[in-house]
């Protein structure tokens, strides 16, 4: 991949903010201190960056892709309150259940998405707390 400084920068506003965020989060955030970035550009860079692997995709996860600069095996929760996406790590032993059905599947498949949708455990608290 062909270096260039606003790839660069926009992968460091990705690493420095571990909240999963869609290109347009990333685009206000970086916006003050790069007045010639488009929203355009974030989102060339980021499917360059997705498609070579170097970070993660999260298709539609509340409605808009998200990327994720952690490319090891993991899972996401998504609360359906707060909207938050957050890493939960999978347990070995669905790792390696896991690894065998991607080996087995009928495409040589390269991602495997898995995303549980609920309620968070900060969301709980507060609607217990709105119903006292
Ligand atoms: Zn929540
Ligand atoms: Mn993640």
């Known amino acids: 991949m062909r270096y260039s400084r606003q790839r660069e920068m926009i992968l460091n506003a990705l690493k420095n903010n571990p909240v999963h965020p869609t290109a347009d989060y990333l685009y206000g955030l970086l916006r003050p201190k ?57 347990p070995p032993a669905l790792a390696r259940g896991l690894a065998k059905f991607k080996a087995d599947a009928p495409v040589s498949a390269q991602e495997c998405e898995i995303l549980l949708h609920g309620i968070c455990r900060d969301c709980k608290k507060k609607i217990k707390e709105t119903k006292k």
């Open 34 to 90: 790069m007045p010639a970035l488009s929203l355009g550009t974030v989102y060339r860079n980021l499917n360059m960056l997705a498609e070579s692997g170097a970070i993660k995709r999260l298709r539609g996860a509340g409605g808009k892709d998200r990327f994720d600069h952690n490319n090891f095996d993991h899972c996401h929760v998504i609360c359906k309150n707060c909207g938050r996406v957050r890493d939960i790590m999978l």
